[in-house]
Every structure is written in C-alpha cells, then in structure tokens.
C-alpha cells in the first residue's frame, strides 16, 4: 500500500492532492485498487470563490489462472467544477457541474458503459425564529455508451429540503429531510465470492439438500471467525424507471426542560420518535404521487421497492446515575426488487428495559421484549416465515474497577412460527462477559456462552436457523478470548481465539493475529 497526500494554501487559493494505490496478491486473485483526487479552489472576489476537482477509482480484481477480470471490477473518472459564496454564515449558495464516466469489466480490460452529466444548485439560510434551511435541487442526463434501448437514455431530477428548529427553549427540536429523484435503477443482482474464513460476512447453508449454490442460501454468519463469503453486486442491462420519495424526520421532547413544568415525576420524562420512509415508484404513477413518500402504503403494483422504519421511545430518569426506565416500540418494513423476483421483510419490536445502580459498583438491567418477524421471498419459499418471540434478559454488571468489569446474562426465549409448520423454540441462555485493562496498553476481553435449546420442528431449513440463531436442538456453547495491545499510536495487535459448538457438531476451533497500522 502507497499513499502521497500534500497541500498548498496561501490567502487566495488552495491545492489538494491525494494519491492511493493498494495491491494485493494470493493463490486466487491479484487485486489493484487505485484512487487519485485533486482540487483546485481560488477567491474570485470577497464573496464568491472557484474550484474544480478531478477525481477517480481504478478497481482492477483479476483471477489468476484466467487471467481475465472479475464482475465485480469497477473503473470510473469524475471531474466537478462550481461557483460558490464565501464569507457569509447566514446564506450560503453553491452552483456545480459534474461529469461522470463509469467502465464495467471486458475480458481483460475495462470497457465504457455510462456517462452522465449533472448541474445542481445548493442554498442554505439560518434565521432565528423559523430555524435553519437547506434547499438543493439537480438535473442530470445519463447514457449508456451501448444501450439495447434508446429508453435507457434517461433525463432525471433530484431535490431535498432539509430543516430543523428548536421550540420551547430548545425542550422541542424537530428535524425533517424530504428527498425526491428519479432515473433509471438496475433491478438488483448480486454474487457471493468465497474468501478464507474470518474475512467475510456470509456462510452457506444448503437448506433444500441439491448440492448447488443458490443466493437464497447465503445467509449472516452467527459469528464472525466463520464468515468466508461476501456479497457484491453486479452490472446487468435490466433496467427501470424509478421515481423515488423519501421523509426522514426526528422529533424529541425532554419535558426537563420546560421552565414551566413543575411536577418532578413529569419533568423526569423525555419522548423521541424517528420516521425514515423511501418509496419508489414506477412511471405509470401519477406526478403527485412521485412526490409522495408514504405511496407504499397503497400496496399496488405501480409500488417498485420501498423502507419504512418508525421508533418510538419514552425515557424515564434518562441517564441518570440511578436509575432510569425506557419503553420502545421499533417497526421496519421494506421490498427490493431483484432480478429473481420481490424480497419482503417486515419486523415489530416492544422492548422495555429498566436499569438500577447499586453502591455505584453494580448495574442491574433487566430486558423484557417482544419480536414479530416475518420474510416473504418470492423465488424461494423455504425462507417464508412469520416467527412470534417474547425475550426476557436480565443482567448484572459488577465494575470492580475502572479497568476491571464483569458481566453476567441470563436469557429465556420463546419463539413460534405462525404460518407454515408451527415450529416452536424455547432457548435458555447463560453467559458471562469480562473486560480488563491489563495496563495502558494492553486490554483482555473473554464470554462464555451457554445454550439449551428445545426446538420441535424439521432441522436443517432456514427457519431453525432463524429461529435458534445458528445453533442447534440441545446443549450448545460459545465461548472466546481477545487481546489487544497497542505497540505505539500508529501500530496495534489483535489476538484471538474463539470456539463454537453446537448439540449436533464437534468444537470448531479458531485462532487469529491481526496488526493494525493507522495512519
């Protein structure tokens, strides 16, 4: 790995420069990744300045034995330039233009697939009263360089309104962003590629017993030291019109701060909720309902893909050293269309937690949740399911110092399928976490985990998976133990080792050494 980083400034103008190059070589695959960017930027005058920057990704993935580059290679040059004010914190505005080109993988080189063109306008104004704006808005043209079809050559516009604003002595604050866009979307496609074990996120499982790789059975690892796939998405020519809507607001209340509220058990409370909502809709829509982010909830076919998240909480004594009582209720819902067909999931969490500090040397928590979760994948119906589970977690936390601390979990869950089979869980969980500084720079972590499990119910699918978290009908256990120690401020070693198993398998043993250097 290589980098040059240098800058130049004076009282007129500045010169950014900065060069990456990483190369990287095994028995599989030779890689080379390199990123340069340079900006430019002069005072014009004592309001408005220039710039212009040039920036590019060269990600070059090659197999070794083929000699020819991977799908997941990716090149693009980027060259921005704009007029912007200066010298004015109350308005601020920003013109820019972009050109983008974008080249996919050919054999053994890269090839031009797209060019696109984009001019966007920014304005930002803070006032007192009616708190703080932000208003941009672009347009921009996008080609491809060999379309099968002329309508894949798209214009698209994309705006947000941004604002936030303190009422009630700031006991108030409101945060909203709305988003629009549109253009064309590949429907999403993605390939897994093995790496050793430890250096991925994914594991597989063949739950229908064909002995052949489907997506489907790729699924999150239970813990890392076993993750040797990761998921990239590919190019692929399967596009679509998409007009795209998006509402992200935050609203918080902390009735502490109302000067005139005098009631201690009510001043003791604080409210917060958070909506994140995307809908993203065909071009057989209505131009009112492009704009419209909450269109999902009509469920009609003109209705592409779509995340909906909502999360209520109410605090009790929040952050206080002894006490403190949280309530909360989390919804998620989401589709994404891909080239198999639509993938749906939908979850809904109630949770109550309470914590009590004792003799400043112990914490008492307790956790009491409840969990719907359910898939709809419609190329494979061994992921359908719909799981009910009620969760209670208590814990005890016991710091003996500040550089010693314990932890001690206990965990009873109930879980039920509720459409297909009826399947049914209950999992019994003990575990004990310890965390100590063994000096300034050396730190030791270690769990132990211990799992009975009851599962009536066919072993083997994606729903026992689901439903125990990886492990199996019968005892379980987890356990593993990590050293930090850092060399100096730039160079740091990992050391780990960690075990898994289950009721049904031998211990699978795993040792790893990491250094890290942070530049």
Known sequence: QNGLQSNY???????????????????LESTQFFRPKIFYEKSISKKWKTFIQYSKEYNRRLTINEDTLKRSSFSFDEI????????????KFKLQYKFRIDREPEKT????????????????????????????????????????????????LLGFVDHQIGLLGNALRLKNNYQISSGLEPRLEFIYEELRSGQGDYIYRDFNGDGIRQNQEFVYA?????????????????????????WNNL????????????NKFI?????????????????????????????????????????????????FNRANPIYDIQCSRLESKSRFLYISGNDERFNLDYNIRSRATIRKKFDVILNISQR??????????????????????????????????????????????????????EIQQLSQESQISLT?????????????????????????????EGFKDGNNFAWDINLDYKINHLIQLNFGYSGRKTATSDPVHTGRAVMRALF
Do not use: C, W
């Open 9 to 27: 400034t004076d009282s007129t103008q500045q010169i950014n420069l900065n060069i990456n190059l990483l190369s990287s070589k095994d028995s």
């Open 80 to 91: 921005e330039t704009g007029l912007a004010s200066q010298n004015n914190e109350e308005a």
């Open 109 to 156: 080189k890269f090839a031009p697939f797209s060019n696109a063109h984009e001019i966007t306008g920014n304005y930002l104004k803070e006032t007192k009263h009616l708190g703080d704006f932000e208003i941009q808005i672009s347009g921009r043209t996008f080609t491809l360089v060999n379309p099968k079809a002329d309508s894949l050559n798209k214009n698209t």
């Open 222 to 246: 239970p813990d890392v030291d076993s993750a040797q796939f990761v998921r990239i998405q590919l190019f692929n020519s399967a596009y679509y019109q998409v007009y795209q809507a998006s």
């Open 251 to 262: 609203t918080s209340l902390d009735l502490g701060q109302l000067k005139n509220l005098h």
């Open 267 to 315: 001043k003791k409370l604080s409210l917060e909720n958070v909506i994140r909502l995307n809908s993203k809709q065909s071009e057989n829509t209505a131009f009112l309902d492009r704009l419209n982010p909450l269109y999902f909830l009509k469920n009609g076919s003109e209705v592409l893909s779509f995340q909906s998240y909502f999360n209520q909480n109410i605090y």
């Open 372 to 425: 719907v979760e359910s898939q709809l994948i419609a190329s494979y119906a061994l992921q359908n399911f719909k799981i009910n589970s009620t969760k209670v977690e208590p814990e005890i936390v016991y710091r003996y110092s500040s550089s010693i601390r314990f932890k001690l979990i206990g965990m009873i869950k109930s879980a039920k399928e509720q459409i297909n089979g009826l399947e049914k869980g």
């Open 440 to 468: 300034k720079k050396m730190a030791l972590k270690t769990y132990v985990k211990y799992i009975k499990i009851a599962f009536d119910g066919k072993p083997g699918t994606p729903l026992e998976y689901s439903m125990l």
